[in-house]
């Protein structure tokens, strides 16, 4: 999931070598801390939280079979 986030983040922005994700699992849940260049928070957001919302779409449909949910936070 990870790699998935990572790969998706670096498409949409104009520095991809500033796109970390951190991965903390917990017992049900992990949580995805993507981190992006400050210029950069507005493009992985999108208008009205329409990007972020996709990629969380992506995520939840991908995490289907891992039997986990996975959180998405957004840190610029």
Known sequence: MKELIEKIA????????????TEIEGEHTVVLELKVAKNDV???VGKEGNHAKAIRTILLAASGKKGKRYNLEIIG
């Open 42 to 44: 507005g493009k992985i």
């Open 10 to 21: 670096k498409a949409m922005v104009d520095s991809p070598d500033e796109v970390n994700v």
